[in-house]
């Protein structure tokens, strides 16, 4: 089976986001009977007005930062916290001065605890005759440059630095 790539960020997204919404650009990742997964990205003064929806819902901020609601109490939020929004709650989210980008990850119901699909793993503990003569030396050379890519932080491509 063949590796899937699906891209997202600068020149994927589309205005997204439920009535009110401002400021908001989003691509959906994947979405099928078991959720949706998205990218978001919040201009300075964006805001998602407060909704409620039925899915449990994350919303992982992985640049910037800015405001959340959940139940009318707001909280700042910022790179590397991850917001819960319960199903049925009103939520809400927006930025002042600063962007954000998050990746909204949406479980289809309230609680996908009776559902059965999530499989129990187990990571096999190493013992140290797995580790001893295991050594990797250090390579040398970097990584080719993307045709079309912009390194992160240039003004012209949108983001925050």
């Known amino acids: 089976m063949p590796i899937e790539i699906q ?5 994927h997204r589309r205005p997204e986001g439920p009535p009110g919404t401002v400021g908001v650009t ?7 009977a078991r959720g949706l997964i998205a990218e978001l990205a919040f201009a300075r003064g964006a805001r998602v007005e ?26 700042r939020v910022a790179a590397g916290e991850a917001v819960y929004w319960p199903a049925d709650i009103p939520h ?4 002042e001065h600063s962007e954000m980008r998050a990746i909204m990850v ?20 190493l013992l140290p005759e797995d ?3 295991h050594h ?10 993307r045709p079309g890519y912009r390194r992160p932080g240039e003004p012209d491509q949108g983001e925050p630095a």
Not at 26 to 32: E, L, M, N, R
Not at 54 to 70: D, F, K, L, Q
């Open 7 to 11: 891209r997202f960020g600068v020149g």
């Open 26 to 32: 989003a691509q959906i990742i994947h979405s099928d």
């Open 50 to 75: 407060p909704h409620a929806n039925p899915n449990t819902t994350w919303m992982v901020v992985i640049e910037g930062g800015g405001w959340v609601a959940v139940a009318g109490e707001a909280t």
């Open 92 to 95: 809400a989210a927006w930025t």
């Open 106 to 125: 949406e479980f289809a119901g309230d609680d996908d605890s009776g559902a059965g699909v999530i499989l129990e793993g187990y990571a096999r503990r």
């Open 131 to 133: 580790t001893a003569d």
């Open 136 to 145: 990797v030396s250090r390579g040398e050379g970097q990584l080719a440059e």
